[in-house]
């Protein structure tokens, strides 16, 4: 349970939700605090929306449908699509997309992956607030509504429907993730998806949700990285507050992240000559982009820079017996204050084997006390907090660092 102090401010202990009610003079105001995750909402043109109402009720993400099909574009755009995008982008909430899917057979999938992609030019003024994916909406829609995926659909027809969405969309540098329920989950390989960096989108509506534990999907035992815990919430800017909304939340688990930031900083390699191919794959979605660098004799050389969360390849035509590859991972500044690189080859990482350590933290102590213990090349050793200058401030905000990249 959440505590507060003589000055009002709102202290969590532990992953929920609270109503706090403050009481003055005989009038009395609420507001509703959760610890632990982020709160959202998905919104369609079936909700009539007020988005300055949105923004006031302070959620943290929205997800905009942006259409369904494939045959009769731009007929099958969602009504709102862009004005929703437009709105969302200028009240700075953070925005993803789904895509409502009709699809029965792979070229379906294909044919829907080609429409959305030519939506995707109507919005390029907005881009900069999409930092979630673009969610493929597979489910058995409601009869006499849309026409929706069969609902006797394999396991394996389902893999391909989403594998094949994602990877045209994976080639125009766009991250997916794949919306369902437990049902269509449970018949999907989930492990082959996450090993193409597909995340998901649980819709489970329980009576009373449980906002103290992690949700799974199904018996898997997979955290999802959105859950739609409602069908039926309320928010004060979609139908003056009285109309359902789905509600949505992200959970804010650093831990899980990090393994999984972890387990991608040294790509796998396989080699051709002079051809090095790296192979990586993240699901995360506090993950924005990854920059890639190679120690090559001593040397911190940069490869690629900025490449999109959803690349799992990349090939280095200038490979030398020797060369050993690093990806940093810039994280998503809707779930982390930290905007900088981490994970790989770090700042501060002075003996270059990929890890933050004390023993770097003691080397660059040693540095600031006597300048000739500077090696050649301090690339990523010496000026942690990039002001020109090495004092003991660099050497405290690598300590902080390491505490954070170790907790």
Request: net charge negative; glycine share 8%.
């Amino acid at each position: 349970d959440p505590t507060v102090d003589q000055n009002g401010v709102v202290t969590g202990h532990s992953m929920g939700k609270a109503t706090i009610t403050a009481t003055y003079g005989g009038q009395s105001d609420s507001c509703t605090v959760s610890v632990g995750f982020l709160n959202g909402i998905d919104v369609s043109h079936h909700n009539v929306t007020d988005w300055d109402a949105i923004a006031a009720s302070g959620v943290d993400f929205v997800m905009i449908r942006a259409g369904f099909g494939w045959e009769n574009y731009p007929n099958q755009n969602d009504q709102e699509f862009v004005n929703n995008v437009r709105q969302a982008y200028e009240h700075g909430i953070p925005f993803g997309l789904y895509f409502f899917s009709y699809a029965k057979t792979a070229e379906n999938a294909a044919a829907e992956a080609a429409y959305f992609l030519r939506e995707m030019e109507l919005i390029q003024p907005y881009l900069d607030g999409m930092v979630l994916p673009v969610a493929y909406d597979l489910e058995v829609a409601p009869e006499g509504d849309y026409v929706g995926v069969p609902v006797d659909i394999s396991g394996e027809e389902l893999m391909q429907l989403a594998e094949t969405f994602s990877n045209a969309l994976r080639q125009n540098g766009l991250s997916t993730m794949v919306y369902s329920t437990g049902d269509f989950f449970s018949r999907m390989d989930l492990k082959r998806l996450e090993n193409q960096g597909i995340s998901f989108w649980y819709a489970r509506w329980p009576y009373a949700p449980d906002f103290t534990t992690q949700v799974t999907i199904g018996d898997t035992g997979v955290v999802p990285d959105i859950w739609q815990y409602a069908s039926d919430g309320r928010n004060p800017g979609v139908g003056g507050g009285q109309a359902n909304t789905d509600l949505d939340l992200i959970y804010l688990d650093m831990d899980s992240a990090k393994d999984q930031l972890k387990e991608i900083a040294q790509p796998d390699v396989s080699v051709s000559g002079s051809t090095a191919t790296l192979s990586f794959a993240a699901r995360t979605l506090y993950l924005d982009s990854y920059n890639i660098v190679k120690l090559r004799d001593g040397q911190v050389l940069t490869v690629a820079e900025d490449l999109p969360r959803c690349t799992l390849q990349y090939i280095d035509n200038d490979y030398q017996a020797g060369d050993v590859y690093y990806l940093n991972c810039n994280l998503n500044p809707l779930l982390t204050t930290v905007t900088d690189t981490y994970y790989g080859l770090h700042p501060g990482n002075w003996d270059m084997e990929g890890t933050l350590n004390v023993g770097d933290v003691i080397n660059l102590a040693q540095a600031v006390l006597d300048n000739s213990k500077l090696p050649q090349n301090s690339y990523f050793r010496s000026d942690w907090n990039n002001d020109q200058v090495l004092d003991v401030l660099d050497v405290m905000t690598l300590t902080q660092q390491l505490f954070w990249y170790t907790d």
